[in-house]
């Protein structure tokens, strides 16, 4: 079984960038069961509109893409 | 594509933008003006919008360099990772285009972030552009190398500046520096798109040329001559007013006679158009056409119908391609003065007109008769140019 290398770090860069960029909002108690399906939901459109296999979960296809340079605008049309 | 919807664009169509005033260190200032120019122009290309440059006062797109916090809601991240942001239309921060000072900005090379790349896609947001979810499209979140020099705007960003501006009814880019110089009186300079001097004044040497259904296209630098049936004399204009998707100039040309397509050469890239329409997976490398990788341009190309074969020239060297089979033929690259004696060791141009093969070399072009391997006259190019 294929161990996944995410680290703790890697979980807290990725929710960065989830609100950075696909507007995941504070959840009051992140580790409340609502906290986990929204940051769940939340990877699952990000790897949508990247063309990743869509889980839910962070995985090291979904990091890596996450570190790739970008542009700094929101992906999710909060921009405005 | 998508944009930022609500009418998020600008209500005029000359959009001004400012002068840079904390410069990145990593390129020179001149090399900087022409990234944020020709990055505007990728617009200006394809819509009627006009982009003044203002050299005092407060500009619609304000364009900084800024490392990590930096005064706005979006802190930038040190190197890598975000590169650059921009604020969709609208009053005061909107319009406005940061970089990110701690990535290393090039004006062409791969080895780190070409600026004109990354400034064209913000300059997107500043229009009223949201990300792409097309990986081929500028508008792309992601950034990818492209080669500077034959960018082409993607069909995907064309059809979403266009849904906000319309197309350019001219095919003109014009950017235009306004503001007041240190004697206080306005300065103006107009850069319009390239004049095309008198072409019968001097000598004329040709990139390439190419025939379609009939007609006669003579291309040099960013325009070219099209000789039809309607007018005695070709009509001058930009190469991308006939073919968009092309680039701004070309190495070389051929019209397949079998499909009625063109084939556009330039750098280690080709294209190919059915009409003015580039088709889907172009442009490719010269690789896949079955040019070895290390082949950096084409200088010409003819399609030779008696035999039906194309040949390519690079160098002092030339293939034969076979159309039918759509591979290379064996045996080649050949010596082009030991196998077509009499035009010379290299190519710029070539094309064929009423069975005759031409060959263009400097200002000249050698009249050749193919099966007789023989040169039959020496002319000079504007000839064709109605002079």
Known sequence: VPVSKVTVQDEGFAKGYLKRFFNLTEEKDPLSRKGADRMSKKLSEMQKFFGLRITGTLDDNTLEMMKKPRCGVADENIAR | YSTFGDGLKWSKNTVTYSRIVDYTPDLSQAEVDDSIRRALEVWAKVTPLTFTKLTSGTADIMISFARLSHGDNYPFDGPDGTLAHAFAPSPDIGGDAHFDDDETFTFRSSTGYVLFLVAAHEFGHSLGLSHSEDRSALMYPLYSYKDPDTFVLPQDDVRGIQSLYGSNPSGDTTTTTTGSSPSGDTTTTTTQAPTIPDVCSSPVEFDAVTTLKGEMFFFKDSYLWHSSSQSSTPQKSLISSFWPNAPTSVDAAYENPGTGNVLLFKGNQYWQFRGKTVLPDYPKRLSDFGFPSSVPKVDAAVHVSSISR????????????????????????????????????????????????YFSSGSRQTEYHYQRRRALHTLMNYLWLGC
Do not use: C
């Open chain 2, 310 to 357: 194309t040949l390519l020239f690079v160098n002092n060297k030339y293939w034969s391609y076979n159309e039918g089979w759509r591979r290379m033929d064996r045996g080649y690259p050949k010596f082009i003065h030991r196998h077509l004696p009499g035009i010379g060791h290299r190519v710029d141009a070539a094309f064929e007109n009423r069975g005759q093969l």
